[in-house]
């Protein structure tokens, strides 16, 4: 069992394995976070603060960079763009003059005397950055002693969704939760925050496992024996799915695949769902961040297409010591935007076969050496 001590001294390389199927020609790929050092965690306590309601953090005037995703990596190519959609966006024309109307003259104030926390960015509303990298942030909170916390969170991104209010009421009853309000700026005395767990899509390998086991302790979902094989779509989705997906379904059925859709299910039939499961495959989206309530030893395979941005799923599977399968996809880069994240993806029905087959197999006979060695 971990404490919160290891958790905040942790630094160093992710565990430097590739891919069960990684062949040469793609190393350079997942490279890009193998050698990308996970730096330590921090936790700071930020006096006479000002948070605005949509999350930034202001000490005199200036914005602390504690507030975004970007804290650990200032020098990220999308952090130009990250101040100018959550920073300075809103209002009418947007920018950072309207924004210093609206935050220090227009809004209401709010003191607040008592500690409150901060465990969230920008990005927190998303189901991926709420669950792999919000809730272990608070998960954090009840490691490190702090009795009874208050928790602020962005209210106009977070109080009405539905799988953030669900997975406070399981996970943390005993935490009290707040949420700014529009047109309301808060004027805290003392706030402390508890840091990313690393630059963009890096995991503390102790706490998110940590937090993984504490799920595990809440729910009482998981098998000796997980059978479940499921394909996660993204049917619904407004971008980035599979073009030939009936195809696709057709095939995975004859491995004893179902498909499901985990926006149907609330935040504790998503975790009783994939913690029976022994096989999840999934086109890049946020469904796939339910691999956190596998069993050890689950299998993971990935459709994406061949980049390094893409690659925070082989990480977040990489940190919790599943074993995670890749297959690269064709795409068309001109549908809509252009942006290589919402472009729909064509399965080579062909080679997810052959690699389903391989994963389906080696799945079986880790089980059958398992189910050997109890008999001895």
């Not at 977070?158 to 700014?180: A, C, G, M, Q, Y």
Request: charged share 20%.
């Amino acid at each position: 069992m971990v404490n919160n001590e290891q958790i905040l001294q942790f630094s160093g390389l992710p565990n430097f394995r590739y891919p069960n199927n990684i062949i040469d020609a793609d190393k350079k790929i997942f490279d890009y976070y193998l050698n990308r050092k996970i730096p330590n965690m921090e936790v700071k306590t930020l006096n006479n603060v000002l948070v605005s309601p949509y999350g930034t953090i202001y000490k005199n005037f200036s914005i602390l960079k504690e507030c975004t995703p970007y804290y650990f990596d200032m020098e990220h190519d999308y952090l130009p763009q990250f101040m100018k959609s959550y920073i300075n966006a809103g209002g009418i024309w947007g920018g950072a003059i309207e924004r210093f109307i609206r935050h220090f003259i227009a809004f209401k104030k709010t003191n607040i005397k008592e500690t409150h926390f901060w465990c969230s960015d920008q990005y927190s509303h998303g189901y991926f950055h709420w669950l792999c990298e919000t809730l272990p942030r608070i998960y954090l909170l009840t490691l490190l002693g702090f009795e009874n916390p208050s928790v602020i969170l962005p209210g106009p991104t977070t109080k009405n969704v539905n799988f953030i209010r669900e997975s406070l009421n399981l996970l943390f009853p005993d935490i009290n939760f707040s949420f700014t309000q529009n047109r309301n700026v808060l004027k805290l005395r003392e706030l402390i925050w508890i840091s990313q767990m690393g630059k963009p899509y890096q995991f503390n390998p102790l706490l998110i496992n940590s937090f993984r086991q504490f799920v595990r302790g809440l729910i009482k979902a998981y098998p000796d024996s997980p059978k479940k094989r499921l394909y996660i779509s993204r049917k619904n989705a407004i971008r980035r799915k599979v073009s030939n997906e009936d195809k696709v379904e057709k095939l995975l059925e004859g491995f004893g695949f179902e498909t499901v859709y985990p926006e149907n299910y609330n935040f504790a039939e998503q975790i009783e769902r994939f913690a029976q499961s022994e096989i999840i495959i999934g086109i890049h989206g946020a469904g796939l961040s339910n691999m956190i309530f596998l069993p050890d030893n689950s299998f993971v395979l990935e459709l994406q297409r061949p980049m390094p941005a893409a690659t925070c799923f082989y990480n977040l599977a990489n940190s919790l010591n599943l074993n995670y399968y890749y297959l690269f996809c064709n795409h068309n880069s001109e549908e809509l935007d252009g942006r290589l994240d919402h472009v729909d993806l064509h399965i080579n029905l062909n080679a997810l076969e052959n690699l389903v087959e391989n994963i389906v197999s080696t799945c079986e006979a880790k089980k059958n050496l398992q189910t050997e060695k109890l008999k001895k």
